[in-house]
Structures are given as C-alpha cells and as structure tokens.
C-alpha cells in the first residue's frame, strides 16, 4: 500500500510541476567560486562522481535557464503574447524527444512574464544606469496617447557616450515611461504663467487668475528687452549652422564656451575654456583643411561622433572632452517618437503599465545587438537575475494581496464614515422635527386655552396629534441613536 501510495504522488501533476521547476532553479554553487584559504576549515575527503554523473546533471540547471531567458526575448522582441507560450514546452519535447533540455524546458505563460517583468529588465535597468553614470548624459523625453490605458504616456530616453571594441560613440537608449492622468486647472494655470514669463516682466504679472486673464500683453512697456526673451531650447538649436568662415566658426566655439563657463558646467573655468579655444583654433588651420574634412559627408555610413573621435581624442584632449558635451545634447525629439510605434505594437499584448516598460526596455535592449536574439550576451548576473525572478514576482503577489486589502478596508471605512455622518445629519434634522413639533403643540394648547367652544377643540385636537407625531419621531430618533451607536462601534473596531 505505501508503495503504490508513493508512486501515485510521483506520477502526480503537482509533484511534476514542482520536479521541473527544482530542475530549471539555478543553484547557488553554480554563481560561487571557491576559496583559495584551505587551512580555514578542515579537509573534507573527495568522493568521486559515480558513472552516473555527465556534463548534464552538473550544467541542465544553467543551461535550460538560458533557453527560457532566449524564447522570451525572442518572444518579446516579436511582439507576441504571454498567452501563446501556454503549452510550447509540450511542443518541444514533442519535436525534440532525445534532448534533455527539451524535458526541463518550462516556459509558459506565468514564466514567460515573470522573467520578462522581473529578470530581464530589472538587470537592463541596472546596468543600463551603471553605464550612463560612467559619464555625461542627457535626457529626452515626449508623450503620446496609449489607447489600452486611455492615459498619456511620457517615454524617457537616455543619451550618453559608449565605449568598446568597436569605437566611441554616442547611443541614445530608453529609460522607461511614466503615465499620467488628465491635467487640473492649477496645471494649466502654472504652465501660463511659466510662457507668460518668457516675455513679460515678473512685476508686471499679476497673482490672481482673475487679473491674469484680464492682462494687456500688447502692452510695449510690460515685455521683456529681446535679449532677456527666452526663446526656447528649440528655437535656439536653430541658430547652430556653422559658416565655412573660420574666424565666424571660431567665435561661435568661443560663443558655446562661454555659455558653458556662465552655467558652471565646464571643469576648469576661464583657463579650460582659454585652452578649447586654442585648440580649436589649431583644427581650423590644419587639421580641418584636410581632405578628409572637407570631403567627410554623414551620409555615406560614417557617423559624427566616431569621426570626431577618431580625429581629436588623442591630440586635442580638452577639445574633444568639450565636443563630447555638445554631442550629447538633443537636437529633437525623433529618438524619442521613433519609440512610439514600438508603444503601439506593444499595446496590442494588452499589457500593464509596468509591463509595458518591461517590454520596451527588452526591445531597445535587444535593439543594440543588432536585433537578433542570440547576439545579446546572456551574463552571469543576468542568469542570476532571472534565477531569481520568481521569488520578486512572488513579493509582487504579496505586495499587491497586501495593498488590495488595505485599499478594501480604506473603501470599508470610508463607506461606514459616509453612513455615520448621514446618520448624524438625520439625527441632527429629527431633533430639529421633534423640537418643530412640540413647540407647535404648546403654542396650540396655549391659544386652547384662551378660547371657547368649538375653537377650543379643534386646537385641543391640533395640539393633542402633533404631541402624538412629535412621540412618534423621538421613538425613531431613540432607533437612530442606536444606529449611531452601533456603526460608531464598527468603525472602533475596523481601525483597531
């Protein structure tokens, strides 16, 4: 009995289930290296392996690992759902039966979102952060309509300098999305002040909105001088085209320089800014009269940061620390709307938020191996990461189990506080009846009493039922105290 009783448990589903994800769960061990200090501990005797022991039992943990991490990206980057991975594991150990990594091959539709969620872009997120702090960066930003939320979402792109075998270069990535609900009129009012601040004198503003909508803004004598306008970041990017003129090019650089040293972003200050200056003043009278100056054209393949890189990094060092700075700057939102037809494909998943940037941050990820799946390194500390996926997207559950009751009690409450102040309202206003009523009836008593005949009775009868109404609402408002009572002790309990 206890045999068979054994061997139905092993064949059972739950304890298949749980087999296979003992078998895709990365060991500890396989992340360690082993200490070089032998005397710390005793020696511990070396038993050899048994014949049994192969090259899968010790890496099928690592190596299964890795093949779930490549179909999700591969699933991802495709833009496919969750929901179609349901039961491909069945379908590989289908179309490969001899393979052992086809058998522990567990990828469905839980997994394939808790590794995207809670693996890959978390170490994306991290690693992306680790490079651009290396240098100088810059961010973009731009919103658009996601049609699957109904809310505003504003894509934030990073713009840095990379270096590796390849070369220097500048690559924009993208960082992540934030949504946002409607605008209140505080926004809209801020936001007028901010434009109207460009070109009208701060004393000149007015505090209140009913004055601001009432300003004379042709009034010549409240606009700012047109050297103190602020035209904008993008109306001043259009003042960037450099003549052929050396001497303009160089007071434009000398231009540049100065306003770097006015807003402190420029190490050194006057004497760095002298030494750019001069060095820029050497590229124009020789190197810049090369052939291969005047016949370098973007267009052909060749990029201009690698260019410049190639041709200032090692002789003009300040010089191209500067140009290095001006290259980071954005000169549009294009990288950032480029990004919004990869929203409207990953919109189609019927994704979270969260999802959504877990997505995207896959993709551009992707995007810098050229694409193609199998170029993207799959690193120890990305294995280590996904190894680790389930137990963050098991904190998530927790979390959100968590934050589900309490936004279940904080809804309990508030709809007993909104019946307790009804109640009390209604107490306030049977009081104010009661009280109506038993004036009513003592002034009828009253005039009772200075009449005769059958005016007499007529107030007598007046008086008698509007005492007996006015008994009827103080019994419903002693029922009423009771209600108040009782949701008020309610109430001390919930908040105990």
């Not at 100088?136 to 075998?165: A, C, G, P």
Request: charged share 30%; proline share 3%; hydrophobic share 35%.
């Amino acid at each position: 009995m206890g045999c068979s009783a054994l061997d139905a448990h092993m064949k059972g589903e739950k304890h298949t289930r749980y087999a296979a994800s003992q078998e895709s769960t990365v060991p500890l061990r396989m992340f360690a290296t082993t200490g070089t200090n032998a005397s710390a501990r005793p020696a511990v005797p070396f038993i050899s392996p048994g014949p049994s022991t192969n090259a899968f039992t010790a890496f099928a943990p690592t190596a299964t690992l890795k093949a779930e991490i490549l179909w999700v990206l591969q699933t991802i980057t495709r833009h496919h759902s969750y929901t179609s991975n349901e039961d491909v594991a069945t379908v590989f150990r289908a179309m490969f039966p001899d393979s052992e990594y086809a058998k522990s091959f567990t990828c469905g539709k839980d997994k394939t979102s808790y590794l995207a969620r809670f693996g890959l872009a978390p170490f994306i997120k991290r690693e992306l952060l680790s490079t651009v702090n290396q240098g100088s960066f810059v961010i973009m930003f731009d919103e658009s309509l996601n049609r699957t939320t109904k809310r505003k979402q504003l894509d934030i792109h990073v713009r840095y300098w990379v270096t590796d075998e390849t070369g220097s270069r500048v690559q924009s990535r993208y960082f992540g999305s934030q949504y946002m609900g409607h605008s209140t009129a505080e926004d809209l009012l801020e936001n007028f002040k901010n434009l109207l601040k460009r070109f009208i004198k701060r004393e000149a503003l007015p505090q209140t909105p009913y004055k601001l909508v009432r300003l004379d803004v042709v009034d010549h004598a409240m606009w700012l001088s047109p050297k103190e306008v602020d035209i904008g970041m993008g109306a001043t990017a259009v003042i960037k085209r450099m003549h052929l003129n050396p001497d303009d090019c160089l007071k434009k650089m000398k231009a540049l320089v100065q306003k770097f040293l006015q807003d402190k972003q420029l190490a050194g200050g006057i004497s760095t800014g002298d030494v750019i200056s001069q060095q820029f003043e050497n590229v124009l009278h020789s190197e810049a009269k090369e052939l291969e100056f005047l016949s370098f054209s973007p267009s052909e393949g060749c990029r201009v940061d690698v260019f410049l890189h190639q041709k200032l990094s090692q002789s003009y060092p300040d010089l191209w620390a500067f140009c290095k700075k001006l290259l980071l700057l954005s000169h549009g939102q294009a990288e950032v709307e480029r990004g919004f037809s990869t929203n409207k494909e990953v919109e189609i998943c019927n994704l979270s938020e969260e999802g959504m940037t877990a997505h995207r941050l896959i993709c551009d990820h992707v995007r810098v191996y050229g694409g193609d799946v199998t170029r993207v390194p799959l690193t120890k500390e990305m294995i280590t990461y996904c190894a680790t996926a389930r137990t963050r997207y098991r904190t998530y559950l927790e979390e959100e189990r968590n934050k589900k009751e309490e936004d279940g009690q904080r809804k309990k409450r508030k709809m007993m506080v909104d019946e307790l102040e009804e109640l009390k309202r209604k107490r306030v206003a049977l009081e104010g009846v009661c009280e109506g009523l038993q004036n009513e009836a003592d002034q009828m008593a009253d005039k009772a009493e200075n009449s005769g005949g059958t005016k007499m009775a007529t107030l007598i009868t007046k008086s008698n039922t509007l005492r007996h109404r006015a008994k009827e609402k103080r019994e419903e408002l002693v029922g009423l105290k009771a209600d108040i009572e009782e949701k008020s002790d309610a109430l001390r309990h919930l908040d105990k």
